[in-house]
């Protein structure tokens, strides 16, 4: 009732149902980008103190920013079709430890994405309750979290249809009281300009050019926020239906034109507005309080009802932007645990098709942070501004060294070369700023974090690639190089007669060292031999079509191995399959099957076993084994666990 029915992973029409267009992309993975007008703006043009005349350079870069970000990071959708964004980037283009750094900045990036959304979204909800309310606030954004993690277990695209009202409500009222506020002082429009020259003369001569340099960059800094979120479409991309490349096109389109209208129309607003800080009000509630009130609905009962309208709609869209922590976060962790930097775990699918392990620790992730910062914008800003311009700085350093590698077969190399190299000049200016400017206010939390990070899964990384050496030195005793070939007249089974079922995987050692210990310890007594194994449908196998048939013939082609293996040896045996998202689910439905077609069966299969066992092994690898184990002893059927020592 709560998660949903279960899908099928192999029907093709599945794929087509939970595929995002582009709009409904824009919607799921762009209101991060859009939300943070409801905060970047504001964070700069308090930064500029009372020098707010300079906010129009702080609008101007602000839109040049948007799409200088957002046409680089198109290179990064037709580079990689397939997914993965900043860290495929890095990983690809400047080599896997750039990767590691940037897939964990990504990581962090999330979690604080669904942090600061919800606190921030609080923070306008309650801007129109009463000061004495406030101490709840915390609580209320808690609660949302655990809401949106709910509705994320249901699938992607239930997600944003859920939210897309909400969505499409932002856009239409602060499309029309940027466009109202605007033109109600319209007046002074040609005053802002002279005016902002004057403010800078006059601050030159005064401190010099130095400090307003130094002003200007410190406010462009603090606004850093509102360029967030625009990596999202390169990371999920993946999710976009046929033809990927061009509908991620469409949706980044979508996403720089409505930011850089919102966040610069919004700091306009600020200087016709001359905005001014309101103790437990944001400063949109405020200018849009002036708009709504000069606009006048009829009655100060109507403008206030208009206010909580729009103060709701932008605590819903803040709240919509927390989902693509919930997209994206579950993203990066799928491609990471394809390179064995975290648990294989997170590469899994629910039966709705969804990274379900990953959505949960992204949630529970930002219950920590929101509880620790007490949904302090101001310092969550920070964290993740660091975080964003990180990822950004070593995506677009990838892409200049690609673009200077392949210089002559790229067409069109130096203008693409120019623009990364003018973004890369653009953010990370933004992130060394950052990381000077605000260390002691909070940067140093976020340089720990990520470092923390970095090193768990360096740590992760190097414990699976020992594993992966001595498995690779088990399967090569089995490897002789040729395939085994099929014998013409193989041995007829007896289903009436002892079978020994073999539950075996891709390491072709690990199989082989169950069936040559059975053999030994029960000579002779085994007259069928019977091996099963279900193809794991995860993030990376579900991509599309393509990567289904390429598991279907890995899974294939290893069980036509043991099967030629025994006929050679003069052994009875049969293969089963099967395919889905949760193989304990699979591996249970085909032993049914084999129950009655071999009524006399011991089922077996290895288990790991490391020398050092602790919580941290157990932790990283799979326990289908003993799952199987329990399950199995439940229905009457015997299963032993053949131990494989690992050092």
Not at 373 to 396: E, H, K, P, R
Request: hydrophobic share 50%.
């Amino acid at each position: 009732m709560v998660i949903g029915a279960p899908r099928d992973p192999m029907n093709p029409e599945t794929r087509q149902h939970i595929a995002l267009i582009a709009f409904f992309a824009w919607v799921g993975l762009g209101a991060d980008g859009l939300s943070s007008a409801c905060y970047g703006p504001e964070e700069a043009y308090l930064a500029l103190g009372t020098h707010t005349q300079l906010g129009l350079y702080l609008a101007a870069a602000t839109v040049l920013t948007v799409f200088i970000i957002s046409l680089a990071y198109n290179q990064v959708i037709e580079l990689f079709p397939n997914g993965g964004g900043g860290y495929k980037v890095a990983t690809q283009l400047i080599g896997p430890r750039a990767g590691l750094v940037s897939g964990s900045a990504l990581i962090v990036d999330y979690v604080l994405t669904i942090a600061i959304s919800v606190a921030s979204g609080a923070d306008a909800v309650f801007s129109l309750l009463p000061l004495e309310w406030h101490p709840w606030k915390v609580a209320f954004a808690m609660l949302l979290v655990g809401l949106l993690l709910t509705i994320n277990l249901r699938g992607i695209k239930e997600a944003i249809k859920i939210l897309l009202p909400v969505f499409v409500g932002f856009v239409v009222v602060h499309v029309a009281l940027i466009g109202w506020g605007i033109y109600a002082h319209a007046e002074r429009l040609p005053q802002l300009i002279p005016a902002t020259l004057g403010e800078t003369a006059v601050m030159a001569k005064e401190s010099g050019w130095m400090f307003v340099t130094a002003t200007l960059l410190f406010a462009y800094s603090h606004g850093g926020g509102t360029y967030t979120g625009l990596e999202a479409v390169s990371n999920n991309i993946n999710t976009l239906a046929e033809p990927r490349v061009r509908t991620g096109k469409w949706t980044m389109l979508y996403m720089a034109t409505s930011l850089a209208f919102t966040a610069g129309g919004i700091l306009v607003l600020y200087m016709l507005w001359d905005a001014v800080k309101t103790p437990g009000q944001t400063l949109n509630a405020t200018v849009f309080k002036a708009i709504i009130n000069d606009f006048n609905l009829g009655s100060v009962a109507v403008n206030e009802t208009a206010l909580l309208i729009v103060l709701i709609l932008e605590a819903g869209l803040l709240f919509v932007a927390a989902n693509t922590g919930f997209l994206g976060g579950p993203a990066v962790l799928a491609n990471m645990a394809a390179d064995s930097w975290v648990p294989r775990q997170f590469r899994q699918l629910s039966s709705r098709l969804v990274t379900q392990n990953g959505v949960v620790l992204m949630g529970a992730a930002a219950l920590v942070v929101l509880l620790w910062s007490q949904g302090s914008v101001a310092l969550l800003v920070v964290l993740y501004s660091i975080n964003v311009f990180l990822t950004f700085s070593i995506a677009l350093w990838g892409l200049c060294l690609y673009w200077i590698k392949n210089r002559r077969s790229a067409p069109n190399w130096r203008g693409r070369l120019a623009l990364s190299a003018l973004g890369f000049i653009v953010t990370a200016g933004i992130l060394a700023i950052l990381i000077l400017g605000k260390f002691h206010e909070g940067g140093w939390v976020t340089l720990l974090i990520t470092g923390g990070v970095i090193a768990l899964c360096a740590t992760i990384r190097w414990h699976y690639d020992e594993t992966r050496e001595q498995l690779r030195k088990i399967d090569s005793l089995f490897s002789s190089g040729k395939p085994l070939q099929e014998v013409t007249n193989p041995p007829q089974l007896d289903p009436q007669k002892p079978t020994a079922v073999f539950f075996v995987g891709k390491n072709r050692g690990v199989g082989m060292h169950a069936m040559l210990w059975v053999q030994r310890l029960f000579p002779g007594h085994f007259r069928n031999f019977v091996f099963v194994s279900v193809g794991e449908i995860d993030a990376q196998r579900y991509d599309g079509p393509g990567a289904l048939r390429t598991l279907q013939y890995e899974i294939e082609n290893s069980l036509r191995y043991y099967e030629n293996f025994c006929h050679t040896h003069d052994l009875a045996a049969k293969t089963y399959c099967a395919f889905g998202t949760e193989p304990v689910e699979e591996l249970l439905k085909l032993t049914e099957q084999i129950s009655r077609d071999f009524p006399n069966s011991v089922f077996f299969a290895s288990k790991l076993i490391f020398v050092h066992d602790n919580l941290f092994t157990r932790w990283l690898h799979n326990q289908t084994a003993l799952a199987m184990q329990q399950r199995l002893h439940l229905q009457g059927m015997q299963m032993v666990i053949l131990p494989m020592k690992v050092e």
